[in-house]
């Protein structure tokens, strides 16, 4: 669209056609509109009352598996399966849980390491935690 002045009649003056620049706006709002509600759920949790309990610091095990398949329980060695077992559940039903670290030699037999990580899952034991050598 153009004006003409009566006064001179070569100069035109043009418009700025503002027909995209309110195209891009009215995309932007309609985008603030549909990310507004995504923002506003709420997540409901359950959060305990009163002062946080007292940090009880759970006791260590070490349970060492050794070249020849020997197993230790904090450095006593095992005589067999059952008596794992029994150590291992001695230790799950103990309160706070105690944490176990297994540790493996390099040629530790893979049975032995697979044994233990079996009969920790099947006695309940929840903190088991693989120790690497040094």
Do not use: C
């Not at 153009?2 to 932007?28: A, C, K, Q, R, Y």
């Not at 507004?36 to 070490?62: R, W, Y």
């Not at 697979?114 to 903190?127: D, F, I, T, Y």
Request: proline share 9%; net charge negative.
């Amino acid at each position: 669209m153009s004006f003409h002045l009566p006064e001179d009649e070569g100069t035109e003056f043009s418009e700025i056609n503002t027909t995209p620049l309110i195209d891009v706006l009215l995309v932007l709002l309609v985008m603030l509109i549909i990310t507004i509600p995504i923002q506003t759920h709420a997540v409901k949790l359950d959060l305990p009352d009163g002062p946080p309990p007292l940090a009880v610091t759970p006791e260590v095990v070490t349970v060492e598996v050794a070249d020849s398949g020997l197993i230790r329980w904090n450095g006593q060695p095992l005589a067999d399966g059952a008596a794992l077992d029994e150590a291992l559940r001695q230790a799950s039903t103990r309160q706070p849980q105690p944490e176990l670290h297994l540790s493996a030699s390099d040629q530790a037999p893979y049975a032995a390491v697979a044994q233990v990580m079996s009969s920790a899952q099947r006695l309940g034991v929840k903190k088991l935690g693989l120790v690497g050598g040094g």
